[in-house]
């Protein structure tokens, strides 16, 4: 993973529109935020995922997800 990705990840972890989506991922937004709308062209988004495949995310590290 490069600089880039790590950085537009933290800010879609922080992002309160992505949070909201996350924590309902059987509603509406979260289906936005994951389809090829949003989610093939917003770097943060596409961060997000990527911290998250490699496990780096501040909440899986405390261990409060």
Known sequence: MNRVHRIFG??????????????????????IWSSPLHGSWCPSWQGYKKLEEEGLLKKQRTGQG
């Open 10 to 31: 933290r800010v879609c972890e922080n992002c309160a529109l992505c949070n909201r989506a996350r924590e309902n991922p059987d509603g509406m937004l979260y289906k």
